[in-house]
């Protein structure tokens, strides 16, 4: 799950219901930094408590000063890397994905795979072109985009993640 200014009301209760084992991407790009460190410990504890890893939207010394479990964010902006931190690369389109896998990162988001209200004027890559990005990644890819449940289980694909995708009002 990735953490947004849209769906933090849904957060806590979220987490609580995810499977054991997913991540929370904390992002809350929208605080402050004071405010942004208080929602993160927040948010730390319920995902941790639930067997969540915690992966930040930041540098590797934002991520080892407040304990993320790694970090998340362009293929590029994922060095320098620390000792013991995934490295979550974000990519929408081949070039991406070739930086991704040079940087070595640990997995790659692909999107957007669906329209979303994140980027409404982003084309959607679609089932086709998602799949062929996916099988250049030498690492695992998560589906992102437009993704929910059901667009989960209609891209047959094992590995996704969602920002409205889990809140109520949007997860139909």
């Known amino acids: 799950m990735i953490s947004d200014e849209r769906n933090d ?3 806590d209760a979220a987490l609580a219901h995810m499977p ?18 208080a929602r993160f410990a927040a948010l730390g ?16 010394q934002t991520a080892a000063e407040w304990g993320a479990d790694g970090i998340y964010g362009a293929p590029l902006a994922l060095a320098p890397r620390r000792a013991g ?7 929408h389109n ?13 997995a790659v988001m692909v999107s957007p795979v669906f329209p979303t209200r994140s980027h409404p004027d982003a084309g ?4 086709q072109r998602f799949r062929t990005l996916a099988s250049h990644a030498q690492m695992p890819v998560v589906a992102l ?17 969602a920002i409205d995708g889990i809140c109520a009002t949007w997860a139909g």
């Open 145 to 161: 985009g437009g993704m929910n449940a059901a667009r989960a289980k209609r891209l047959n694909w094992p590995c996704w993640a």
């Open 85 to 91: 931190l995934l490295a979550i690369a974000t990519a």
């Open 124 to 127: 959607a890559l679609g089932l």
């Open 9 to 11: 009301g849904d957060l």
């Open 20 to 37: 054991a084992g997913s991540a929370l991407v904390f992002r809350h790009y929208h605080l402050a930094p004071t405010d942004r460190f």
């Open 45 to 60: 504890r319920i995902a941790r408590r639930a067997g969540h890893i915690v992966i930040i939207a930041d540098s590797a």
């Open 94 to 106: 081949m070039g991406e994905i070739a930086q991704a896998n040079r940087a070595g990162a640990d």
